[in-house]
């Protein structure tokens, strides 16, 4: 076994202000077909703020996995005592106020699979330096602090490489000898380089204008592989529908004359916002209604926006270190939400944002992995891409919108631009920035920052009275790792009042005027509010939208919570009371749900189904079980057995029981829209599941008369999920149709992943040597193994073991091909200490083989290391 060196821990609090800065950037780089040459000359300058100012140490540059050819320091070239290769960079033993250094360097793209650096994808040439990419690209100071103005020359052969692209504006291009051709960029915005982009490929471009609020042109162009432009149009008007959203709420206009989107197929995650030149995965940028889901559309919009939106919160204003990536990730997560918001329905969305917290952040957050969305440390930061850092850190951004208002938060934020723009900052910037543009005190909101995990608050109401009410709220967080006790948040709740028959109250909130909702604020571990009404007795609407990233807990009868599902007029809590209805009943310590629960459920489930004021999106959203990954997220001691039966056993008698409503809600919700077709794939999977013999020729007859992939995918998903012994059929003739279209393929794998009968496992070892499969391919992955731990959970659990073993398998393999991902799925252990005994001991087996792999990689190291510690 060959043991790696124990990995080192990087600490917020051991932050130094960089010893040197570089003012400009050259790049070369020469592409030939096994290697590139890449010539880096950098004006590096002392930093006037670093420690200490009289000391000059030796200059210290970030590199990994690069040969160096060739060093000169202002034009001489260096002989080895004045330069020393390290493990992880180079030491120039040169100081001085101010040099040129200059490095000739050789790396080999086309065999880097970690698809982190310059690498190659179907044959182009892309690149992704966020976080410490860049570092394999050439020596370099690797932080996102060293802001400098990039110019950029790119040689490769003019057949192969038609186009050949970076940030900023071009400069020149020509033609050279040998068939090659160069072309030369410059981008005038000082940038860190991370978000720096290189992309040499040929592809097929679509072309369109924006004009500016301040009526400047800018081209756009989005460049995808060769025969994909009936894909393109959505992604373009995504953006230019980004364009308009950020200069009507922000004020924020884009700046350069060129903005640039590339789709690639291999890509570790969504999409990078480098400066003038984003990168895509396909997965975000191709979309036609044959090939895409009606959520694959929304997928599109949000993160085309959220790359766009990154131009001000993330490259004009950048973080300081990588501690502060929230400050950049959660507040562009705020923002492409309220855009999604504004551009779909916003309850809708509200509900969407709320199932990741839940499903996912709050897991994290009672996990190994549990951190403040402003980290105290790491080993590997791409660990740290998380969503707490991400969809937290957005709701802590909402937060201080829901207390501050629209125009409080506009002020904060325009505040923001002005004293920063240009200038790598901390979450402590912003957050004084929404204080002084609004003259309040957030010395406790900033806890948000500094503390992990999920607060609680029990809420009770009693009678003080006639038509008065005590309100009275408790918090408390759950330890975390190396955080014991928790300081008190400052949590925003906002509430309402039903009567008992659900009609909406008027009432003043601790003496306030009269209204139909209050914002309550907590800032101490307990606190009473009184609220005053005409009515004897009251059902609470408690922390309406969601207003703070928390565990309510409130003794509701069922009745209530049924009664909110019938009436709330807040569309968010309506849903909401549905899935605390159902989340109570599955967690309780009754072994099966009893006959009385399961028809308080469908009956609340009928009456949504018939609600004509209820739009279909909203049906569809209510009328399905909490996840099982939420009820995991929710409580700290699963019995998961008893929560798989009755999660199966809910599901069957509302299909059964209900059988004819789906059927009608099927043959009669009409519209060709996103909402009715989500209501009516619904209906067809209660169908499936209350009478597979009766129900599955309307499966069939879905899927040959489909005129969209979001109903013709669906069809497939009920067929793959059933025990019909010719689905195989099916099956192959929906890969026949669509082989030759790479993301259809992927959701075509991971329908097959989620059937929860014993063979699956069995079935996707076979789908791992299928010829589309790909281990290199990241969605490949995701399509089948994170799919299938993530989203099967029946199967990831299966008592045998099997399941984690699968993962196991795939994780240790992944490790050396491309440890980013290998690091990701190693996360869907993290929950293990919350299960059976048996279960935790077959985990802790698999992941205990994981960490003797030889050369752990750092990413794969730190997760694993974490949740044995648990
Ligand atoms: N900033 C990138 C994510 C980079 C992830 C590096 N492991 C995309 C985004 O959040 O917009
Ligand atoms: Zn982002």
């Known amino acids: 076994m060959v043991s790696s060196p124990k990995p080192t821990v990087k600490f917020r609090k051991d932050y130094q202000p960089s010893q040197y800065l570089i003012k400009h950037t050259d790049l070369i780089f020469q592409l030939f077909d096994s290697h590139v040459l890449v010539t880096a000359e950098i004006d590096i300058e002392s930093n006037p703020n670093r420690k200490n100012p009289q000391e000059l140490t030796p200059l210290v540059l970030d590199g990994d996995e690069l040969e160096l050819l060739e060093i000169y320091v202002n034009g001489s070239n260096l002989d080895s005592t004045q330069y020393e290769i390290v493990d992880n960079g180079l030491i120039v033993k040169q100081t001085a106020e101010k040099f040129t250094l200059k490095t000739l360097t050789k790396i080999y793209p086309q065999q880097n699979t970690s698809l982190e650096g310059l690498y190659q994808s179907n044959g182009k040439f892309c690149t992704q330096c966020e976080a410490e990419g860049f570092r394999k690209i050439t020596y370099y100071i690797d932080r996102p602090e060293i802001m400098s103005e990039f110019k950029v020359r790119i040689e490769g052969n003019k057949n192969q490489y ?70 393109c149009r959505f992604a373009m008007d995504s953006l230019i529908k980004s364009m308009e959203w950020d200069e009507q709420k922000f004020g924020r206009e884009y700046d350069l004359d060129l903005y640039m989107i590339v789709a690639v197929s291999d890509f570790n995650m969504g999409a990078m916002e480098n400066k003038g030149l984003n990168i895509f995965n396909t997965r975000y ?81 009672s996990g190994p992995m549990a951190h403040p969305i402003r980290p105290d440390s790491y080993i590997e930061m791409n660990n740290f891409y998380t969503v707490t850092v991400y969809n937290k850190g957005a709701e802590v951004i909402g937060m201080m919108h829901t207390l501050l208002g629209e125009e409080g938060f506009r002020k904060g934020m325009d505040l923001y631009f002005e004293r920063h723009d240009g200038q790598a900052v901390t979450c402590e910037d912003f957050i004084k920035s929404m204080e002084d543009a609004n003259n309040v005190d957030w010395t406790l909101f900033r806890h948000w920052y500094s503390q992990a995990g999920t607060p609680s608050v029990k809420v009770t109401l009693s009678k003080v009275a006639s038509g008065q009410f005590k309100l009275h709220c408790q918090q408390s967080c759950p330890a975390t790792p190396g955080q014991d006790v928790k300081k008190p948040f400052m949590i925003p709740i906002k509430v309402g009042l039903l009567s008992t028959r659900g009609k909406p109250i008027q009432f003043k909130a601790n003496g306030a005027t009269l209204a139909s909702e209050a914002l309550l604020v907590m800032t101490e571990s307990e606190q009473t509010f009184i609220l005053d009404c005409d009515e004897e007795e009251v059902i609470p609407s408690l922390l309406r939208d969601f207003s703070a990233p928390i565990k309510l807990e409130y003794k509701y009868t069922q009745a209530q919570l049924a009664q909110l599902f ?13 899935q605390t209805l159902m989340s109570e009943i599955l967690l309780n310590d009754n072994e099966i749900i009893d006959e009385a629960a399961l028809k308080i459920i469908a009956d609340a489930v009928s009456a949504i189904l018939h609600d004509e004021n209820l739009d279909n999106a909203l049906k569809a959203l209510a009328v399905q079980l909490p996840s099982l990954n939420s009820l995991i997220g929710l409580s700290n001691n699963i019995n998961m057995d008893q929560l798989i039966n009755k999660h199966q056993q809910l599901k069957k008698y509302l299909a059964q029981s209900l059988e004819h409503v789906w059927f009608s809600a099927y043959n009669t919700t ?63 003739r929906f890969y026949k149709k669509w082989a030759h279209e790479d993301l259809v393929l992927d959701k075509w794998f991971t329908a097959q992943v989620l059937n929860e009968n014993d063979d699956v496992i069995e079935h996707i070892r076979e789908l791992l040597n299928h010829e589309k499969f790909s281990i290199e391919n990241p969605n490949k992955v995701r399509a089948v193994i994170g799919s299938f731990a993530g ?66 990689s750092n990413d794969v190291y730190e997760i694993v290391d974490k949740s044995l510690q648990m």
């Open 566 to 578: 019938a009436s709330d007029p807040n569309s968010f809590n309506r849903w909401d009371a549905g």
């Open 670 to 732: 009409a519209g060709d829209n996103s909402g009715a077709r989500w209501l009516r794939n619904i209906a067809l999977s209660y169908l499936l599941r209350a009478n597979e013999d009766q129900h599955f020729e309307l499966a069939v007859s879905q899927q040959n008369h489909a005129n969209n992939m979001t109903d013709e995918i669906s069809a497939l998903q009920v067929i793959a999920l059933s025990s019909e012994k010719f689905k195989a059929d099916y099956i192959n």
């Open 162 to 231: 038609p186009q050949l692209l970076s940030n900023g504006n071009m400069l020149s291009s020509g033609d050279l000898d040998n068939g090659m051709h160069y072309v030369e960029w410059h981008d005038p915005f000082p940038k860190p380089c991370y978000l720096f982009a290189l992309v040499a490929g040929d592809f097929d471009c679509l072309e369109d204008n924006f004009t500016t609020m301040s009526g400047r042109n800018v081209k756009l162009e989005l460049f995808v592989d060769k025969g994909k432009l009936d894909q």
């Open 285 to 365: 940028v191709l979309a036609n209604t044959q090939t895409a889901t009606d959520s694959d559309f929304e997928g599109v919009e949000r993160v085309i926006a959220h790359e766009y939106f990154h131009n001000w919160t993330g490259n004009r204003i950048t973080c300081r270190d990588w501690f502060q990536l929230s400050l950049k990730e959660g507040l562009t997560v705020f923002r492409d939400q309220k855009f999604s918001e504004d551009m779909q329905s916003k309850a809708v969305q509200r509900i969407d944002q709320v199932k990741i917290i839940r499903a996912a952040q709050f897991a994290e957050d």
């Open 791 to 856: 989203g099967n959970l029946t199967q990831f659990h299966n008592p045998t073991g099997a399941g984690y073993e699968l993962l196991a398998d795939i994780i240790i393999k992944l490790n050396s091909i491309n440890p980013q991902i290998a690091g990701r799925l190693t996360t869907l252990f993290n929950q293990w200490k919350k299960f059976d005994v048996k279960r935790q001991a077959l985990i802790k087996e698999q992941l205990f083989r994981i960490k003797s792999t030889d050369n752990l």
